[in-house]
């Protein structure tokens, strides 16, 4: 499968919107969940703290992953400041952003001129994304979404956690199980981002 073929996937899973785990929140909730890697304390992370965010980043996707073919998507806010190297790496290419990304996305482009948006697809290995994760962990990377066009799922990190999108209730219960102890037992603090229009999507089935 090739970045177009991958990429009309992911629209026709993802009703159009764009890969950046906040929105999908809540056009997909019925299908989403949250592993939460945040640390504790408010000292700087170190690297052994960015090491141990990428290894479970690697963790959970090698669980939804492993096996498939998936696309990596990628959107750089301004790919001068950012650590694009390792996307490159992977194969990743500059694609041209569906208009229905741009239309959701409005004002979080802050200087639309500079932003990228580049794809790859790729068989999934344990340990294959490493130094993404890690480029992740570290907030060099602004919006990275790595998806399966056979499942529907998606994985979403950030530097303090994932959001994680997977079809089928059963699934979703076993990573739940899976990966109890990275789970959110409270909401994150702070206020929640304003929610981008559009409909709600139900999961099917």
């Known amino acids: 499968m090739n970045v177009d073929e991958a990429l009309d996937a992911w629209q026709a899973q993802y009703s159009g919107q764009p890969p950046v785990g906040f929105m999908l929140r809540f056009t997909h909730e ?5 592993i939460h890697l945040l640390r504790d304390g408010a000292k700087p992370a170190t690297r052994e703290d960015d090491e141990r ?27 001068g400041h950012e650590d694009t190297a390792d996307l490159t790496a ?5 694609i041209t952003p569906p208009e229905s990304w741009i239309e959701t996305l409005g004002g979080y482009l802050q200087d639309p001129s500079r932003a990228e948006f580049v794809g790859a697809t790729l068989s999934w290995q344990r340990s294959c994304m490493d130094r993404v994760w890690l480029a992740v962990a570290r907030d060099s990377i602004a919006r990275i979404a790595v998806f399966c066009p056979a499942t529907g ?26 990966f109890r102890a990275w789970m959110p037992s409270t909401e994150i603090p702070g206020p929640l981002p304003e929610r981008p229009t559009g409909r709600m999507v139900a999961e099917r089935g």
């Open 90 to 94: 992977l194969g990743a290419t500059p």
């Open 153 to 178: 799922d998606a994985f979403c990190p950030y530097g303090g956690g994932a959001d994680v999108f997977v079809w089928g209730k059963e699934r979703r219960f076993k990573l739940g199980d899976r």
């Open 53 to 79: 965010t990428a290894s479970r980043f690697d963790a959970v996707a090698s669980a939804l992953f492993t096996g498939t073919t998936v696309l990596v998507l990628a959107i750089h806010l301004d790919a």
């Open 30 to 34: 019925s299908v989403w969940t949250r």
